[in-house]
Each structure stands twice: as structure tokens, then as C-alpha cells.
């Protein structure tokens, strides 16, 4: 069975521009979640959502957006970016509404502002 | 708020040695937590995670952790240490009342390396 896929794997933008990151979550996973992790640290809570609704939100800015579509698969936005803003950006997705902790994680989106 | 704090960034062991990742956290309601491992260019796999019950949880490749509520810890144990357990280990937490929605505190990370 395929895991969880993310779009691009690795990409390089420069400061102002915009980026769109994609996620195909397991198939049957109906939430999706984003984390950044920024080298050296963990990964940090962006956002999640459940079916199509945002149900929470990390300590991120509003130039951090994301979406989630009907058949579950997401993509995070990110505008005007930040050279703060280079990051493996990982995706997870999870199978049930109530959350029990476990997350099934892409390999990530490796993004580098210069 | 939860807090996770793992006590060194970097641990090395020879093969066949003990392996001990320390975790501590702070949580103002009942925790869930977790044990994640990602290895290089990968993403993070769960190692093994307690939620309720049991306070000795046992998780894939050999590795245990003890839940101990008076100490707010959960160390991350494996009795001998193989050279494919070389990567970095994150412990994680997130409220059992499951409203987090998908959030999980990590720590900073342990990067744990292997010596023949």
C-alpha cells in the first residue's frame, strides 16, 4: 500500500516568492497534518485538518495557509517568503477523528529560500 | 501547554551496548506519548507510543519506554544497540483528551550514533 506521497521533494525559491506544497495522505486517512522542522529541532505543528475543515492551527503566520480537498489530499501555501521559512516540511496523515497520537509521516517537501 | 525536553542532543554507543534516550515532559492535562525515529532523508516512523494502561510499553526493533508520572518522564531503553539503529530519535506528546487534532509536541531530537 502507497504511504503517505508529498510534492515536490525538493525545491529551491528565493525571498517574496510564493510556494505550494502537496500531500496525498494513506489511502482511508481522512486527516491531515503539517509540521515543520527546521534543521537541527523537531518538528513544529502548522496545521490540521479533518475532513476539509481546519481543526487546529500552530503558532505559524498568516502567510502560512493550507487547504484540504475531498479526496483528503492537502496542499500548504506559504507567500512572501522568508529565508526563516527553509524547512523539510513533512505531512502526516491519520485514519480517525479522535486523535490517538499516531501519525503516518511523508518524507517531506525540502524547501530552500535564498 | 506540553513541553517535551530531551536530555542530549547527541548519544554514542558501541554495538551491543545499552542505549538510554532520555525524555522528560511537561503536560497540565493526562499525556499521550510517543517515540518517533526518522533516519536520514526520511520521514519519522513511530517507534512506540503509551497511551493508557500499562506503563511499560514495548515498540518495533527492540525498543521499550517507561511511562513514570511522578517524574514526568519517559525514556526511551534498548538492551543491545545495533548499527541500523543509528538515526535520530524525537519523543513527542500530545493531551489524551484527544482535542489536540492532529498536534504533537516534539523534542529537540537525539541523534543517536552506533560505533562498531
Known amino acids: 500500500d502507497a504511504g503517505v506521497t508529498q510534492s515536490p521533494t525538493h525545491l529551491i525559491k528565493t525571498r517574496g516568492q510564493q510556494v505550494t506544497l502537496r500531500c496525498s495522505p494513506i489511502?482511508?486517512?481522512?486527516?491531515v497534518s503539517w509540521y515543520q522542522q527546521v534543521l537541527g529541532q523537531g518538528p513544529q505543528f502548522i496545521f490540521q485538518y479533518y475532513e476539509k475543515e481546519e481543526r487546529g492551527r500552530g503558532n505559524f503566520p498568516d502567510r502560512f495557509s493550507a487547504r484540504q480537498f475531498p479526496n483528503y489530499s492537502s496542499e500548504l501555501n506559504v507567500n512572501a517568503l522568508l529565508l526563516g521559512d527553509s524547512a523539510l516540511y513533512l505531512c502526516?496523515?491519520?485514519?480517525?477523528?479522535?486523535?490517538?497520537?499516531?501519525?503516518?509521516f511523508g518524507e517531506g517537501s525540502r524547501l530552500t529560500v535564498l | 501547554a506540553q513541553s517535551v525536553t530531551q536530555l542530549g542532543s547527541h548519544v554514542s554507543v558501541s554495538e551491543g551496548a545499552l542505549v538510554l534516550l532520555r525524555c522528560n515532559y511537561s503536560s497540565s492535562v493526562p499525556p499521550y506519548l510517543f517515540w518517533y525515529v526518522q533516519y536520514p532523508n526520511q520521514g519519522l516512523q513511530l517507534l512506540l507510543k503509551y497511551t493508557t494502561g500499562a506503563t511499560l510499553v514495548k515498540g518495533i526493533n527492540g525498543f521499550e519506554a517507561e511511562f513514570k508520572k511522578s517524574e514526568t518522564s519517559f525514556h526511551l531503553t534498548k538492551p543491545s544497540a545495533h548499527m541500523s539503529d543509528a538515526a535520530e530519535y524525537f519523543c513527542?506528546?500530545?493531551?489524551?483528551?484527544?482535542?489536540?487534532?492532529?498536534?504533537?509536541?516534539f523534542g529537540q531530537g537525539t541523534i543517536l550514533t552506533v560505533h562498531p
Open positions: 513527542a506528546v500530545t493531551d489524551a483528551g484527544g482535542t489536540s487534532y492532529g498536534k504533537l509536541t
Open positions: 489511502s482511508g486517512h481522512k486527516s
Open positions: 502526516a496523515s491519520s485514519p480517525a477523528g479522535h486523535f490517538t497520537g499516531e501519525l503516518f
